[in-house]
């Protein structure tokens, strides 16, 4: 029985790593090119020079220190995607799919693509050694720790851009000099702060794991899971029009790189003395919602826990009500020994109140 | 009908497949997101609204909607110009969470061609086929992801 093999594109090119310009203007042509010129599925795979790239809606000059970043010849800039800050560079793959919500193995909504891709992409993993999970809504972790981010926009009609940053090495020191987070404010403690909440290729496998191979194991497994075959191919004429209108009118616009589109952000302490020691919580506003969190203090408690409890904050609602709903969600008796969730929530109530503008 | 299965859909308002729900007063229409998508959504974040003045077509993407980290459309349900915005989602995102029929409007449209468009538009009885097919869709993406 004669059998018709599917085939999806990949552009890829793993013999340079490409300006934050051209890595994020061929990913938005991608659904473009599936919505409106009757291409298949399109995978891109490769690597950004060394960079910073905020979320659509981020206000940049609040996230980073952008004099950092121009005197160490980091490049920044904006993604047509969601989410927050994520630090690029040779080391971490960077993959775009353009796609149909509808293409069969999806969810069939925005929000359903995270769960099928999300297994691919740990499928992938797997052929590497490592044994990875999908932490709903957006993360990859191993063992608690992220190692891939995720993020997808509708683009045009049915057509969906979707991101993922997979982190084969990574350079803390340089995320916590050009990030303008209240992690920063935490510099010493920063490292262990980041060690704990993040992973990558190599110390997961404990030896240096060339980029090629993740590329490689991704590529593997999309074929596998979707029943596919790649076909390697470079943008055409329409799509190479495409890209440089992208470019032009988002990539090297300061317009778009500095849009003020975004909610404002805003930061806070909150220091609170309980019966279990004493609570500190650096908050980040994004409008009125957490964008990060961090507990912090003389309490007794595991790094586990309190990522877990940070984590259930993390783009929620600032509201108290929320903010008490969504730490009891996670709450465990004696996750931090002594305290309950409604002084955990009012310490954070604290930070809020004592919110100022960056 | 206002319940069905669990997502407040009041019987008054038309829905765009979109999600988007529309409230008729006179040539006036407010628009919002519905229960079901700020249930399926979870916390909004952030709404990138349109432009006082701006003219736009029934279906047309007038605005993007973004929940932790996708970014989803706010279509329009309704052509004509968008009279008012609603600014206290400015400051908190949440309304569309809270109170998405309420407080959580987004846009008001005047409308250019009302009647038309409203024939386009699910209503009444089509409202429960409507969200129990959403129910469906979103059920095999939970199980898809679970799976």
Not at chain 1, 62 to 82: K, P
Not at chain 2, 7 to 24: C, G, I, K, Q
Request: proline share 4%; net charge negative.
């Amino acid at each position: 029985m004669l059998t018709m093999t599917v085939h999806w594109r990949l552009f890829k090119d793993m013999s340079r790593s490409v300006s934050t310009a051209e890595g994020l203007a061929v990913d938005d042509t991608l659904p473009q090119s599936v919505a409106h010129h009757q291409s298949p599925p399109i995978l891109h795979l490769y690597t950004f020079v060394p960079s910073v790239i905020v979320g659509k809606y981020q206000d940049i000059e609040a996230a980073l220190r952008l004099e950092r970043c121009r005197v160490r010849g980091i490049e920044y800039n904006r993604r047509s995607t969601g989410g927050g800050t994520v630090i690029m560079g040779p080391e971490i793959v960077a993959l775009g799919l353009g796609i149909n919500v509808d293409y069969p193995g999806l969810g069939g909504g925005l929000g359903g693509v995270f769960g099928p891709l999300a297994h691919v992409l740990s499928k992938a993993l797997e052929r590497l050694g490592i044994s990875s999970y999908f932490q709903p809504k957006n993360d990859l972790e191993v063992n608690g720790k992220k190692i891939a981010g995720l993020s997808a926009a509708y683009e045009t009609g049915k057509s969906l851009l979707f991101h993922t940053s997979l982190l084969v090495d990574f350079d803390i020191p340089l995320m916590t000099d050009i990030m303008n987070t209240p992690l920063i404010k935490l510099r010493d403690k920063g490292y262990n702060c980041f060690s704990q909440r993040m992973t990558t290729v190599c110390k997961e496998l404990g030896e240096d794991v060339p980029v090629q191979r993740v590329v490689g194991a991704i590529e593997a497994s999309f074929e596998e899971e979707f029943g596919i075959c790649f076909q390697e191919d470079e943008p055409d004429h329409w799509e190479t029009e495409v890209i440089q209108r992208y470019v032009k009118e988002r990539y090297i616009n300061q317009d778009w790189i500095f849009s003020h589109k975004h909610p404002r952000a805003r930061m806070g302490l909150g220091r609170l003395k309980t019966r279990g020691g004493l609570l500190e919580i650096y908050l980040a506003l994004s409008g009125g919602s957490i964008e990060n969190v961090i507990i912090t203090g003389d309490f007794f408690s595991t790094s586990e826990h309190i990522y877990r409890l940070e984590k259930a904050l993390k783009w929620t609602s600032a509201r108290e009500e929320s903010v008490g709903e969504n730490l009891s969600k996670v709450w465990q008796d004696d996750m931090i020994y002594g305290l309950d969730v409604p002084t955990l929530t009012r310490a954070i109530m604290i930070a809020k109140e004592n919110q100022v503008r960056l | 009908m206002a319940n069905i299965k669990g997502y407040n859909m009041p019987d008054e308002l038309y829905y765009h497949e979109e999600d988007s729900w529309a409230r008729v007063d006179g040539t006036k229409v407010t628009v919002g997101m519905t229960d079901f998508f700020q249930k399926e959504a979870g916390d909004i974040v952030f709404v990138d609204l349109p432009d006082e003045e701006d003219e736009v077509s029934q279906g047309e993407v007038c605005g993007k909607i973004q929940s932790r980290k996708w970014i989803g459309n706010l279509v329009a349900p309704v052509s004509g110009e968008i009279v008012e915005l609603n600014e206290e989602l400015e400051e908190d995102t949440s309304l569309i969470n809270t109170d998405p029929y309420g407080e959580g409007w987004i846009i008001v449209i005047e409308a250019s061609d009302l009647e038309s468009d409203l024939g386009n538009l699910i209503h009444g009885d089509a409202v429960a086929d409507f969200i129990e097919k959403q129910i469906k869709k979103a059920e095999q993406e939970k199980a898809k992801e679970e799976g």
